[in-house]
């Protein structure tokens, strides 16, 4: 049994009370560990995120562990490490006794000096997010209900995280749409453009009874000898139906 219910009970209402309050998700991952610090023995956090279409997963935040085991943390393949397996078959596992269990999958933990472990996939609908593994220097085990409290906080974690995921998402179609609707309007100004240039091409060879490739080089030079570009000079010439002199 949980030896501290009280400091477990405020922080599932809390994490409860900051998901609906909108709060990223690595805002709910920090309460976690400082509310559930002393009572559960938590001392480190490794969030990992597994980006769409990945084998891998890639470091997203950590909190307690030393700067010199990042680089170890930074990528972990599918399968791989108890936070890798986990993702990959979307089962949470827990470890205790870390420092004398020879398994190999527990050499990260172990480099961290974990006592106890337990890593926990953040699985949203048929969507895989990532993992979010605790872990304690202190206690040889976590019990089955301390368990099953950060069973549901990492439930928490993952609602904030797939919402972040939706936001990004739509921030990301509607930047998509936005420059679509940009290169539709360069294009049609382009269009447009390219018709005015070709009607003051008309008219140059109308008046001068040159050819196209004559007319077109007349233009270009109008355009230098009257400091006017060769857009503004064409819609010059169509609107008056007048060369410049």
């Given at each position: ?21 909108g ?8 309460r ?50 108890v ?163």
């Amino acid at each position: 049994m949980i030896s501290h219910v009280e400091p477990a009970l405020r922080t599932r209402v809390r994490l409860s009370a900051d998901l609906a309050a909108g709060s990223p998700s690595h805002h709910l991952v920090e309460r976690l560990v400082d509310d559930l610090g002393r009572p559960l023995g938590l001392d480190f956090s490794i969030r990992y995120e597994l980006p769409p279409a990945a084998g891998e997963l890639r470091l997203h935040t950590t909190i307690g562990v030393a700067e010199q085991h990042r680089p170890a943390l930074e990528v972990v393949p599918l399968g791989d490490a108890v936070c890798g397996l986990v993702a990959e078959q979307r089962r949470p596992e827990a470890h205790a006794r870390v420092d004398a269990d020879p398994d190999e999958r527990l050499s990260l933990a172990r480099e961290l000096d974990a006592t106890a472990y337990a890593s926990f996939p953040l699985v949203a609908g048929p969507a895989l997010l990532g993992t979010l593994s605790l872990g304690s220097r202190t206690r040889a085990e976590f019990g089955a209900a301390e368990l099953a409290l950060l069973a549901l906080a990492a439930d928490l974690v993952t609602a904030a995280a797939a919402r972040e995921r939706d936001r990004e998402a739509v921030a990301s179609a509607l930047a998509a749409h936005g420059e679509a609707q940009e290169r539709i309007a360069h294009l049609e100004t382009a269009l447009v453009t390219n018709r005015t240039i070709a009607m003051a091409i008309g008219i140059v060879m109308t008046r001068l009874g040159v050819t196209e490739e004559r007319a077109h080089r007349w233009l270009v030079e109008a355009s230098q000898r009257t400091n006017r570009k060769v857009r503004v000079l064409a819609e010059r010439i169509v609107q008056t139906g007048q060369l410049p002199t």
